[in-house]
């Protein structure tokens, strides 16, 4: 539905749901594709158009197979930026507000993200009732699946730790703060207890974590997600469990997740260790003002110190920071992983 308002508004070529026009439709899509695009970008855009047509169709009884047009393919992405340990973790510990409740919000949604992985719209659907916390697990609406629902059992640090960002703190602690009238028992609420909608969301939240780290937006938690639980299953059983991974993040394909390996693979080579395991271990001081130096960008806002437990076998390692320069305590052979270089 979403899709389909857009189209109806389209200057050039509005789409006229209740009196479908192939040749009007077909100019319409080849207009975004080789206009406003430029054969270039969007393909993914066209496609998912495409899609609604043909949903609006069947439903007329109509056959689209007739139309005589062809979507674009998306070529299949050769570079998947997503962001490292370092940076999962500074965008989870910004301020982000100096109201608690706006500052927790988006501190929350971003570590349930990374770690569950769900959709900006599984993400804005999502009802606290389909939480249970004493039971271990979530369940998730599909809304590209028409509503079909998906069980996850997450990790209990995230599930009920009340020394974490965890589910429990925020259904019990946060979220009852602004709980009103409108609230109709979403999991996430605006500062204002009314639900999101996911494009107000990718704009709320872009505007708030695109200066900690520029490659976000919100479909980059699912990618992340994805990698990471691969390389878990790596650690853990020396195999790319993929089919583990497509039930997590509901797959209709496997070849979606097989995607996914390609990069798990050369993330693996650089960080060798439980992405999710040492997102949930880190702990960190807070974030203290910045200094005049800081405030001109001459010396990262970063904590000076920051103990890092990344839930290996050897204890953590206090490492700090002088001048932009990593020095690492006598001992340590090998590179924190928390502190991986950001190379894309």
Request: some cysteine.
């Amino acid at each position: 539905m979403r899709y389909a308002k857009k189209m109806a508004e389209h200057e050039v070529f509005p789409i006229n749901w209740f009196d479908l026009n192939p040749n009007q439709i077909i100019a319409y899509l080849e207009h975004k594709e080789y206009v406003e695009y430029k054969n270039e970008r969007g393909k993914h855009q066209i496609k998912n158009e495409w899609k609604t047509v043909k949903t609006f169709a069947k439903a007329y009884g109509l056959d689209t197979n007739l139309w005589g047009y062809i979507p674009p393919s998306p070529p299949k992405p050769k570079v998947k930026i997503i962001p490292l340990l370092n940076n999962v973790y500074q965008m989870i510990q910004h301020k982000y507000s100096k109201n608690l409740y706006e500052n927790a919000l988006i501190q929350y949604i971003l570590m349930h993200g990374f770690l569950i992985g769900w959709r900006p719209s599984e993400l804005v659907i999502q009802k606290a009732r389909d939480v249970f916390l004493d039971d271990g697990y979530i369940i998730i609406t599909e809304s590209k699946k028409n509503g079909q629902p998906r069980q996850i059992f997450p990790e209990k640090e995230m599930m009920t730790n009340p020394r974490r960002k965890s589910l429990k703190n925020w259904i019990e602690h946060w979220r009852p703060r602004v709980e009103n009238q409108y609230s109709n028992d979403y999991l996430y609420l605006q500062p204002n207890g009314k639900p999101f909608t996911v494009d107000y969301l990718r704009k709320y939240i872009n505007k708030q974590v695109k200066p900690v780290w520029n490659y976000y937006h919100p479909y980059v938690m699912c990618h992340w997600c994805a990698v990471g639980r691969l390389i878990k299953s790596k650690v853990d059983t020396k195999k790319w469990d993929i089919w583990g991974v497509k039930e997590w993040l509901g797959h209709d394909k496997v070849s979606t997740t097989e995607d996914y390996v390609r990069f798990a693979k050369q993330y693996y080579r650089n960080a060798n260790f439980d992405w999710i395991k040492a997102i949930l271990k880190f702990h960190g001081e807070k974030y203290k003002k910045p200094t005049m130096e800081q405030e001109n960008g001459l010396i990262s806002k970063t904590p000076l110190k920051t103990l890092v437990s990344t839930g290996n076998n050897r204890s953590a390692e206090v490492c700090s920071r002088r001048e932009g320069i990593l020095v690492f305590p006598v001992g340590v052979d090998k590179l924190d992983p928390f502190f991986s270089i950001s190379v894309h």
